[in-house]
């Protein structure tokens, strides 16, 4: 079989690398791809975001599978593109990764359909949010509606923080049409999960828990990134926490999609908050997480073909995930000065020390290949460094332990991820 991969993140390093060990897959391309994912695929130039150019490409190899990584193209209707043409494809439609692509439809669906979730407000007017900012308890949490890279919502302690933060959001446009509407909401203090799930329209099927580091700085300092590390499992989600969840919010929010005539089929993300009053819904994505992938692919046990295929044939409940009883920790390699500004271009070395290894993985974000086929730095996320071991502890020994193979100019890393494990 030949498959498409689009995107060009770490999550698409890990998604070529786990379709590459499946029998079924013959070739496996992706564009627009990275320095790391050359390695498994062929990388292809066409952007994400070209749908026509990649049906057109897709069409002329014969693919028999395109796997869409990236939230952008999904909810820019990628999909829709490729079943027009007839193209077997993996991933939600335009009018389904809506879950993701705006905030307030997500909350409102939460509401109708009593999924629990933060208490909110929704404003168009930026003097209406003015006004209701003045009566509102601190802190409070303000999200641009639409896709802002992770890095819409703000954490305002203040009345004065959160009116600043409507005017870099509505009215500077610091994150574009994206804070044309903006959710205002109630902030939740608790342990952050990160559950990701196949789903077929009708049946979901929930993988290992994971948890992220959005925060740039050791001690959950600094701005809001894509993910500066995770582990998984998370020792916080209890067989309890599972089943609070699989009655009040897995399959609801399938049966809600259903229900308001927008299937989804896909990856379901749930960013999941463990309150004191229990589990709350912070955000969905109609993707894989990064880097969640790059800790719950090493440890998922099914061929990754076959579960794609049964989300599109909605035959998921003739399939059980199977995952390894062991942990995994994956460590972010940045450049130094992300998620504001930083330099790239530098070669990268150490690379090789992974080779051969079953339990050490190094996923590229931003890396690229030169004609000579040295390997430089190419983004804020360069390289995502995972290691697996028999439990957490031994897990992020390992990855750390890795992080010192790799060198590169700038390099910067974050120290305590996977803190919380000495605390669980
Ligand atoms: P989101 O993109 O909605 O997941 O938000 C990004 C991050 O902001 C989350 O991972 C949380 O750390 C934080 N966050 C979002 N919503 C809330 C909330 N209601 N209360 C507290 N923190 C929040
Ligand atoms: N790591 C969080 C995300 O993928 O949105």
């Not at 499946?22 to 791809?33: F, L, M, N, R, V």
């Not at 992220?212 to 309890?240: C, I, V, W």
Request: some cysteine; aromatic content about 10%.
């Amino acid at each position: 079989m030949k498959i498409l991969v689009v995107g060009s993140g770490g999550r698409e390093h890990a998604l070529v690398w786990k379709l590459a060990q499946s029998p079924k897959a013959e070739k496996i391309y992706c564009a627009p791809g990275n320095g790391g994912i050359a390695e498994y695929a062929e990388c292809v130039d066409i952007g994400a975001m070209e749908f026509e150019k990649l049906a057109a490409f897709a069409k002329e190899k014969e693919i028999d599978l395109t796997v869409i990584g990236m939230d952008d193209p999904l909810c820019g209707g990628i999909v829709d593109v490729f079943e027009r043409e007839g193209l077997r494809v993996f991933g939600p439609r335009k009018n389904a990764a809506i879950l993701e692509g705006s905030k307030a439809f997500s909350k409102d669906l939460m509401k109708k359909y009593g999924i629990p979730t933060a208490d909110y407000q929704v404003f168009t007017d930026p003097t209406e949010a003015e006004a209701y900012l003045e009566t509102a308890k601190y802190p409070i949490v303000l999200k641009a509606d639409g896709l802002a890279l992770g890095k819409g919502v703000l954490i305002c302690k203040t009345r004065q923080e959160a009116k600043d933060g409507v005017k870099t959001l509505m009215l500077d446009k610091q994150f574009g049409s994206a804070g044309d509407e903006i959710v205002v909401e109630e902030f939740l203090t608790g342990r952050e999960v990160s559950v990701l799930s196949f789903v077929d329209g009708k049946t979901i099927r929930i993988m290992t828990s994971a948890q992220d580091h959005k925060r740039a700085k050791d001690g959950d300092q600094g701005l809001n990134t894509g993910g500066m590390g995770t582990f998984s499992p998370s020792p916080f989600y209890t067989p309890e926490v599972d089943a609070f969840c699989r009655e009040h919010i897995y399959q609801k929010t399938v049966d809600a999609m259903r229900a308001e005539g927008r299937e989804f089929k896909g990856i379901i993300f749930f960013g999941l908050m463990l309150t004191a009053d229990g589990p709350r819904v912070l955000e969905y994505n109609a993707r894989f997480g990064d880097p969640e992938t790059q800790v719950v692919l090493p440890r998922m046990k099914n061929d990754l073909v076959d579960v794609f295929e049964a989300c599109i044939d909605g035959t998921l409940d003739q399939v059980e995930l199977e995952f390894a009883d062991n942990a995994a920790v994956c460590v972010v390699l940045a450049s130094d000065g992300y998620p504001e500004k930083y330099e790239k271009g530098f070669p990268i070395s150490g690379l090789e020390k992974f080779a051969g290894k079953t339990d050490y993985f190094v996923f590229h974000a931003g890396s690229k290949r030169t004609a000579d086929g040295r390997i430089l730095t190419n983004g804020g996320r360069v390289l995502g460094v995972t290691a697996t071991g028999r439990d957490l502890k031994e897990a992020r020994r390992k990855a750390y332990e890795a992080t010192e193979w790799i060198s590169f100019e700038n390099k910067y890393m974050r120290h305590d991820i996977g803190k919380a494990i000495d605390e669980a």
